[in-house]
Each structure stands twice: as structure tokens, then as C-alpha cells.
């Protein structure tokens, strides 16, 4: 049986999406992996998101709590406010009451990813704080380490991303994630992708 990986990630503008997308790639490039991405609901009006300039959100389909259930294996995504994840997303897990209170979570592995406006504007703090919302559902962490290599220690160019997961600088909104930052991603896919397969062969 396939082991499952949902990819779950809230995009304003669409820096996450791109993450998500190359994070699937590398999760599906490992034999008997099934990966899946999911949006969390949307909690800002139309109006507020077009005074905000946000694109069409695209059609991944759109995530309920209990569905989270369902995989062998969870990859959260989301961008950053303020050096925390984002309300919408932190609204849907604030919704898997449910899921805590019988601990259906419990002993899954979970990776994180995250975009940010700047260098300093939360690329650790964002995943370090996201794991207490892991901890409480007794789920466990994934994290990429250094097990990307080199690209660990790039310092000619900007890069987003650390040891905790794949991540990306939007700027004012223009800058997209770049090839190596891509990278990055899928390796975090492929590397997250074989850890759940495991754990599930030797449940």
C-alpha cells in the first residue's frame, strides 16, 4: 500500500504554491509514495484579499481537519507574519480540536516549510514556533538538517531555507523562489518522503 504524503500550505501570492509544488515532485520521485497537495481555507473576505492585491487562488483543493488523518505523512506550509506562520493557517489548526483530543495525529511525521518578505524576517523563528502545534498532537518532527550539502552554505546569493525546512524570500511580492532554493524543496521532499516510508514499513 501507497504511503501517503499530503502536502498542506497556505499562499497569499503564491510563493508557498511554488514551494509545495517542487516539494510533491521530490515526494513522488520516491517509489510507493503517493503525494497530494491541499490548501487550508482561505479566513480573509474577497474584498480585503483585493485591496491586498492577492491573485486567484488556484485549484488545489481546499483541506478539512479530519482529512489530516488520512496520511502516513504531513508537510505544512505557510508564509510568514510577523515571525509566525500565518492566521490562515494557524485558524486551521486551531480547528483540529477533534484530531488532538483522541491524538489521531500522534507518532505521524510533519515537515515544515515557509516564505518570508526578508532575510531577517523569520525564516527560523517561523518553523521554531509552528513546532509547538507538532508537539501538542504528539506528531514528529522532520526536519532537512544538513542534508542538502552544499547548497546548505551557499553565500554568493541569497537563499531562503534552513536546517528546520525549504523556504524562499518574496521581497516586495516580485522576487520568486529561485532555482536553488527549488532545489531545496524537492530535496525536502524526497528526503521527508523516505522517512515516512519507513516509519510506516516498520509500523
Not at 510533491?24 to 482561505?42: C, F, I, M, N, T
Not at 518578505?117 to 523569520?122: L, N, R
Request: with cysteine.
Amino acid at each position: 500500500m501507497a504511503t501517503k504524503i499530503y502536502i498542506v500550505y497556505y499562499s497569499m501570492y503564491g510563493h508557498v504554491e511554488k514551494l509545495a509544488e517542487e516539494i510533491k515532485k521530490g515526494a513522488s520521485s520516491v517509489e510507493g509514495v503517493d503525494a497530494k497537495l491541499w490548501q487550508v481555507p482561505e479566513i480573509l473576505s474577497e474584498d480585503i484579499l483585493g485591496k491586498m492585491s492577492a491573485p486567484p487562488k488556484s485549484d488545489v483543493p481546499i483541506i478539512s481537519p479530519n482529512e489530516l488523518a488520512e496520511a502516513d505523512g504531513l508537510l505544512f506550509g505557510f508564509p510568514t507574519r510577523f515571525g509566525m506562520m500565518s492566521s490562515q493557517f494557524k485558524a486551521f489548526l486551531d480547528a483540529t480540536g477533534g484530531l488532538w483530543r483522541a491524538q489521531q495525529l500522534a507518532g505521524k511525521p510533519a515537515g515544515i516549510f515557509y516564505s518570508t518578505g526578508s532575510q531577517g524576517g523569520g525564516q527560523e523563528t517561523t518553523a521554531l514556533t509552528a513546532i509547538t502545534q507538532l508537539v501538542h498532537h504528539g506528531m514528529l518532527f522532520v526536519p532537512i538538517g544538513y542534508t542538502f550539502g552544499a547548497g546548505m552554505f551557499e553565500m554568493e546569493k541569497v537563499k531562503g531555507g534552513s536546517p528546520y525546512g525549504a523556504g524562499t524570500f518574496a521581497g516586495d511580492g516580485s522576487r520568486c523562489p529561485t532555482e536553488l532554493e527549488l532545489e531545496q524543496a524537492f530535496h525536502q521532499g524526497k528526503y521527508f518522503a523516505s522517512i515516512a516510508k519507513k516509519l510506516k514499513g516498520s509500523a
